[in-house]
């Protein structure tokens, strides 16, 4: 066993890097790397518990919560959480191993998004416990279907916990630390037109598509500006080329990392489409038909938005210190579980832990950023449990 000066064990967290990477964990599939990770965390003699998530999301397994107990109780809890699902394609994994480097046979990807934050919080624990480190309650919860729109830490019940700051460790990059990402609106729209037969009467028909069309055609989308992005991913409508088509859905998602921003480009992309609809009307024998319009809007999550002056950054900047690190602070384009704890009161941000080129089949992984990152999680429980 190959042991740092800092008490992380770098073979073992390899072993269990190659350990849990093999076992496919797409969103709501996480039953078997649930399984795996209760065993783990018996073994290192703590209790699982299983929420109710899983039934709810119809996943497999449900967000897993284990507690640590501390060494000086009277030091405050400390949450740590990764996620157990990974995007796909993850139907079997095969990781290529040179040396420190992990990568995929680029048929799947690695799943390095999340299991290097597991990774890197199982060895932060083990090694506090081995060395002896004196250190507060650990709360650890791993949770499902992050990947799936943040749901299962949506579907935890955060009041279980006592922890009141703690880390997500989600996120590419290593010794740095996420504490801006945006707020994001999720836009679900119903264009009704009316059929007609295309070759026959399209005077009597009302095309939705073209009406989508002329609304996306005058979108602000993609990057809006420094803070704030666009998309709309998904269209489908219409049943034949020889039908005018009376119904298009198009859906698509705004994020800012300011809410003022947010909620103006979601005000625009909802007038966009009502603009469209708005007075395109046809007459059929007597009767007169209107173009509508129906615009969803639902917040998928809350803004993610902790000062440089916050006691967590200050303990991360100052476990980084001691490892001879600079960590620096960023924002991100992306949401993670980070946004659901913050938006429940909890302190929270989000930890580099070395995944490379996520959501990808090139994904790869350095296990040395892993071991400094778990170097960073263990210096930041033992600041938080320092008098
Ligand atoms: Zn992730």
Redesign the pocket.
Known sequence: MRAEPSGINTARLKEDFLDLVCIPSPSRHEGAIARRLETILRDMGVIVEVDEAGERLGGETGNLLARFAGTRPEAPPFLLS??MD?VGPAGAIHPVVDGDIVRTDKTSVLGG??KA?IVAILEAIRALRECAIPHGDIELVLTIC??SGLRGAKHFDTGRLRSRRGLVL??DGVSELITRAPAANHLSVTIHGLAAHAGICPEQGLSAVQIAAEAIAGMRLGRVDEETTANLGVIQGGLATNIVPDRVVVRGETRSLSVEKLEAQTAHMRQRFEAAASGREVLVGDRVHRAETKVEVRRQYQALDVSDDASIVRLVRGAAAAAGRACRTRATGGG?DANVFAARGIEVANLGCG?RE?HTVNEWVDLRDVAVTAELVLGTVRLNAAP
Do not use: K, Q
Request: net charge negative.
């Open positions: 990764s996620h990974t998004d999340d934050g992050e990947e989600d996120v993670s995944m996520i």
